[in-house]
């Protein structure tokens, strides 16, 4: 039998339970580190892609605007020759086709 079992069995106990306790503890403060390491990481990422040149951001936006506005009214311009060929309106071609008269 245990020594510090058979002296006092209360202390052995609460000494069994503290060390159950602690590697318990143990465990939480390693789960808390890697998650802290997760989130740092996942911060650093957000903030990389913030850093950008608010010039540069811009810039793309223009380029991607203009290539939108090129496209439709291409669209436009080729909706208007199926309208002629047709003897429709733009409209009426439209509204066939499924296209929103907002978006035009």
């Known amino acids: 039998m245990n020594k510090e079992l058979a002296s006092s069995p209360e202390r052995y106990v609460r000494t069994t339970s503290l060390a159950r306790s602690n590697s318990t ?20 990422e957000i903030v990389a892609t913030l850093d950008e040149d608010p010039n540069k951001i811009v810039k793309q936006h223009i380029s991607i605007l203009k290539n ?8 436009t311009v080729l909706i208007a020759k199926i309208a002629e060929q047709r003897r429709m309106t733009i409209s009426e071609v439209m509204k066939e086709m499924g ?3 907002a978006s035009k």
């Open 25 to 44: 503890i143990d465990e939480r403060i390693e789960s808390k580190k890697k998650q802290l390491t997760e989130l740092q990481q996942e911060y650093e």
């Open 99 to 101: 296209v929103d008269m």
């Open 68 to 75: 939108y506005n090129e496209v439709k009214d291409m669209a």
